[in-house]
């Protein structure tokens, strides 16, 4: 089960009417290596990982959900009071269209999400190496995102998600280390 | 209904933020190194601050929690503003 | 403690007929979790509200980043 908290990880801010930018933050919503992907992949690859490292997934996955709150937090006050010519003059009449205002789970090209995002192969090493890779794709996006906008509040944001994914892909490579040992591990440096 | 969001709102509402960051990087350390005991220690110390923190701040600006984990006064206090992405 | 380069550099093949203006130097990023297989116990850590504000609690792991560095 899960229990919903009403607060955010992070101390959202924005301070720059720009609808332009929600366009492509959406990547980190509803793309490839965004925030949904990266909770699903991880809560998914739960059941058949080892016990070991069940932990990790499960833990990093909920996070994974805290971060997908605060790309909807910036999308959501970046549109809130758009006017639709705005949106329009900001790349979002497409969308406009057919969500109005509504968050979309979509990449900042309009492609809806979609499942096949997901790699679950079944083999530990596989899937953590795939974790790890996720972890610096994501971390890659929000460097391009920092340097597409000049709102310091903004990048604030991006950057505190940006070191997360650090430590998440620091993580993963600890539970392959985890897994690699042959008996009980202590510790491996 | 519309509550003023004043700066002790921002202030508490980012003490429990800080408390509960600490616990989430220790959970996640803890969870690859579920031996270290000192790291442990600091975890439960923390897990008692921001019981406190959350106590405090639920008293002044409604339940975090719902499914019975919050108290909540009367008329019921989870459906009202603001939401997280709002303030 | 930090790990003071994280910015690795190259030197791109400038072919005689680019129609941009050559980067004579493109860059990227190698933060610290590359270098560091397994965290040691008693790592050095930032005070609370710093380690919120950075996005971790180790200072080993910070890795800044700013968009002029590319």
């Known amino acids: 089960m899960w229990i919903y908290e009403k607060k955010l990880q992070y101390p959202v801010r924005v301070s720059k009417c720009d609808p332009r930018m929600a366009k492509f933050l959406i990547e980190q919503y509803g793309g490839s290596d965004g925030e949904l992907a990266a909770a699903l992949r991880y809560l998914n690859q739960r059941y058949t990982i080892p016990d070991k490292v069940i932990g990790l997934l499960t833990d990093i996955g909920t996070e994974e959900f805290a971060h997908l709150e605060m790309i909807a937090t910036m999308v959501y006050k970046l549109t809130k009071d758009a006017t639709v010519q705005q949106m329009e003059a900001a790349g979002l009449g497409a ?30 090493i596989a899937d953590l190496y795939e974790d790890i890779a996720a972890e610096e794709k994501a971390r890659a996006t929000y460097q391009w995102l920092i340097e597409m906008t000049d709102d310091v509040d903004l990048q604030d944001g991006l950057k505190f998600l940006r070191q997360r994914e650090i430590i998440h892909a620091q993580r993963f490579k600890e539970a392959v280390e985890i897994l690699k040992a042959e008996k009980d591990v202590k510790k491996v440096f | 209904m519309q509550k003023p969001l004043d700066d002790a709102y921002y202030r508490l509402l980012c003490e429990l933020q800080t408390a509960d960051f600490v616990l989430v990087e220790l959970s996640l350390f803890l969870d690859t190194h579920p031996q270290d005991m000192e790291a442990l220690r600091q975890f439960n110390q923390f897990e008692q601050k921001r019981q406190q923190l959350a106590a405090q701040y639920e008293l002044q600006y409604g339940p975090l929690l719902q499914f019975g984990h919050s108290f909540s006064r009367y008329p019921f206090q989870w459906v009202e503003t603001p939401w997280p992405w709002q303030v | 403690m930090m790990l003071t380069n994280q910015i690795r550099c190259w030197q791109p093949f400038i072919g005689p007929f680019d129609p941009c203006k050559p980067m004579l130097v493109k860059t990227f990023v190698t933060p610290p979790n590359l270098f560091i297989p397994f965290q040691p116990p008693r790592l050095p850590q ?23 560095q590319q």
């Not at chain 1, 969308?95 to 995002?117: I, K």
């Not at chain 3, 710093?50 to 968009?67: H, I, M, N, R, V």
């Open chain 3, 46 to 68: 930032f005070p609370p509200y710093e380690a919120l504000q950075k996005g971790t609690l180790w200072p080993l792991f910070f890795s800044p980043y700013d968009c002029r």
């Open chain 1, 95 to 124: 969308h406009f269209a057919n969500h109005n205002r509504a968050l979309f789970y979509e990449n900042a090209a309009g492609v809806p999400w979609t499942a096949a995002y997901i790699a679950a192969k079944g083999d530990p």
